[in-house]
């Protein structure tokens, strides 16, 4: 779990955790951006991002949500 860490980004190691299949990281105010490299984490089912202003979410998902995906 890394909420409330006072993170400025997501580390890129995290991205080769092909298996991790939750990430929290809320509470991080400095996190802006989300690495695209994320999107390749299969396994990935929960993403906490409560708290964030993450400036790098395309429009349609903003709108309508993972369905757009």
Not at 27 to 39: H, K, V, W, Y
């Amino acid at each position: 779990m890394l909420s409330d860490n006072q993170l400025e980004c997501v580390p890129q190691s995290l991205c080769r955790l092909h298996n991790l299949t939750e990430l929290y990281l809320s509470n991080n105010l400095g996190i802006r951006e989300l690495p695209a490299e994320l999107g390749q984490l299969s396994n990935l089912w929960q993403l906490d991002i409560e708290n964030l202003n993450i400036n790098n979410i395309p429009q349609a998902v903003r709108i309508e949500g993972t369905a757009s995906l």
